[in-house]
Structures are given as C-alpha cells and as structure tokens.
C-alpha cells in the first residue's frame, strides 16, 4: 500500500500549494462562524486525540532505535508524524467543504455519501480503540474490566455531548485552553524538578525540534512502515475534520486560513513534545497522579472528538438529534460506537483500510473535480465564499 498513500498524500500536499497560489485572498465563510481562537479549539480537539498525550513518551525510544529516522532527531520525527504537513491536509479538506462543496455537492452523490460517513463512523471509533490499547501503558494494574468500563463512560458522554453543540463548543475551548495549559504546565514544573534540568535544556530541545524543518521533504513520503500507519490515520481523519472545522470559518482570507490551521496548532504540539522529551532525556519516572492526570486529559480529548464526528456524520445521514429524538439517538450512536471499538480489538480490521479507502475517495472527488472543471471557473481569487441559502 506504500505507493497508494505516497501518491495520495503527495496529490494532497500539491493541492494545498494550487489552492494557496490560486485563491490567497479569496475570504471564506462556513454556517456557522466563530472567532478564530475557537476555530482553533475545536480544530485542535477534533484533529487531535488521546495519541498527542500519550503516546510520545513510548515513541521517542522506538525512533532512536529504528535506523529508517536515522536522518535525525526523535523529538523532529515525533513532531513530524503530527504536523505541520498533516494540517495542511486539515487546510485543504476545509476549503474544499466551505469554498467548492456548497457549489457541487459531490458528497450528496448517494454512493460517496455513504462510503465517507461509513469512514468516518469506523475512524470515529478508532480513537476509543487506542485510548483503550495505550490506557495500560500509564496506568498498568488498572483490570481490563476498569478499561472497558472506562470505555462505555467516554463513549456514552460523547453521545451526549454530541447532541448539544454548545456542550461540544465549550468542552472544546476548556479542554484546548484550561486542560491543555494546566498539563502543560505542570509536567513542565515536574519534568524539571525531577530530572534536575533547567529553561536551558528545554530551549535546547527546541532547537532539536527545529530539525524537522530541515528534513521537512522526507516527512512527505512513507519514511517507515510506522510512519505509514500515521499516514493512513491521518488520511482517514482528514476529509471528515474538514466538513467540521469549514463550518465554523469566519471571514478568513484563504491564505489566513492555512497559516491559522497549521502554524497556531504546531505551536502548542511543538512545546509540547519538547515538555514530554525532557522526562525522555532525564529517564523521569513519572508519578502516580501525574500519571492520571494525563490519563484525564486523554479522556478529555477522546471526548472532543467522538463527539465533534459523531454529530458530523449523524447529520450528514440525517441520523440527528433532531431527527431522530432522545430515544433513538443516544442508543443508536452509543451501540454503534461500542460494537466498532470490538471490530478493532477483537477482529483484524485496521484504521490503515479506511485511510485505504478515503485515499481512493481522493481520487473520486478529482476525477468528479475534473469533469465540472467549469464550474470552477467562477472562483474568484478577490470573492467573498459565504454558505449558500
């Protein structure tokens, strides 16, 4: 599968310099527009999961030790595998949903309809699966009975949630600016006191951070079969986060837009990463209550994102709220979202067939692109975009 999601991802990539070159002034505008720092928010916790906080610790030693990132640092490679190139993905689905959708409706088309809401129903279920498999790594004695408890409680106030948007909005700006500074913060005040290392070798690691820039093109193609498993991941995520975030633009000009979803997020993932390489560097073993205090955190952001895509595809299958009534609602996406959670771990199905499958959607939509070429033609780099009534 390595030469499909080379050039899929490629194709993406070449995309996001087309639509910057062609359109950078073009303001747009979703239904539903809010501020930027909550664009962010609700960018950052449904384009993120629990993987951001806790896997790195355990990733940091897998690539000093495998020869294939021998190019460079753990710390650049582990920020490469989360962006920026990855938010880039993130830019062009949006403009994609907020720019060309309202005009051509491809996702209407029944058949591309049902495969990318069936994507993002088994990619939506995928971000328990992991925070169950990696809920042991920091929290070892806890019995599979607490894990799978654990699971029906996050799963179930997804649901919840879900049929609210302004529990969603808020858990959004809470967790992204409360959680996310009060964790970051505390674990740099651990990190230093107990292994001993000053603001010095956090700067240091920083500059460590900043070699990925330098290797940026190599994060552009499979660089192992790990990373191609995050390319995959990404890829399924990524046409779904689009239809998300593109409802909630707000004026931006395009090229705003691109510089909003990739710089704003690499900025706290890259402070980030350089916090949790520090407890790397200095074999820190973390405490017991910081340990459930990420644990926490990753409950928090699993949360974000079950329920930012689960009201994103019930409202694409008119499976909503609304529609359907309290009674039908929570049932339905909590035993749909349980049952898949048990595919992943009791079944070999993988997250890298669905990000098989969106990839072939990719090619879907180009070919359809390419066939109403001349509806395009209409874009104008010095137009207003705004939701069509």
């Known amino acids: 599968m390595t030469p499909i999601i080379t050039i899929a991802y490629l194709s993406v990539l070449a995309c996001a310099l087309f639509v910057l070159i062609r359109w950078p002034n073009m303001r747009v505008q979703g239904e539903q ?6 664009l962010i928010a609700l960018l950052f916790t449904a384009g993120l999961d629990m993987g951001l906080v806790m896997l790195p610790l355990s990733e940091f030693p897998v690539y000093e030790a495998d020869e294939a990132f021998g190019f460079t640092n753990a710390l650049a490679v582990e920020f490469g595998m989360w962006g920026p190139l990855v938010w880039l993905m993130y830019f062009v689905t949006t403009f994609y949903f907020v720019a060309i959708e309202p005009r051509l409706k491809l996702f209407e088309i029944p058949v591309v309809k049902w495969i990318y809401n069936l994507t993002v129903i088994a990619t939506c279920s995928f971000t328990c699966y992991l925070f169950m498999t990696n809920l042991p790594t920091y929290a070892p004695d806890l019995p599979m009975g607490v894990v799978w ?25 809470l967790s992204s600016y409360g959680f996310g500074m009060l964790a970051f913060t505390a674990l740099a005040m651990i990190a230093f006191f107990y292994s001993r290392v000053g603001m010095t070798d956090f700067y240091a690691n920083i500059g460590l951070l900043m070699d990925y820039f330098v290797h940026i093109r190599r994060f552009a193609t499979p660089i192992s079969d790990y990373h191609e498993f995050y390319l995959f991941w990404w890829f399924a995520w990524s046409i779904m986060i689009g239809q998300f975030v593109a409802r909630f633009v707000s004026g931006l000009r395009v090229w705003q837009l691109a510089a909003a979803m990739v710089i704003l997020p690499a900025i706290p993932l890259g402070l980030w990463f350089c916090v949790l390489f520090v407890y790397h560097q200095g074999h820190v073993v973390i405490p017991g209550w910081l340990n459930w205090f990420m644990i926490f955190v990753g409950v928090v952001f699993v949360v974000n994102s079950l329920d930012s895509l689960i009201r994103l595809y019930s409202a694409n299958l008119d499976w909503s709220r609304e529609t359907l009534g309290d009674r039908k609602y929570y049932p339905l996406h909590f035993l749909l979202q349980l049952a898949l959670v048990g595919a992943y771990f009791f079944t070999p199905f993988k997250i890298q067939w669905v990000g098989l499958i969106v990839a072939g959607l990719y090619a879907v939509i180009y070919a359809l692109l390419v066939m109403q070429i001349g509806k395009l033609s209409k874009l104008s780099d010095r137009q207003v975009i705004k939701p069509v009534t």
């Open 149 to 173: 408890a654990l699971v029906v409680v996050v799963i179930a106030t997804a649901v919840i949630s879900s049929g609210d948007m302004r529990v969603m909005k808020w858990l959004a700006i």
């Open 33 to 38: 527009p809010v501020g930027l720092f909550t």
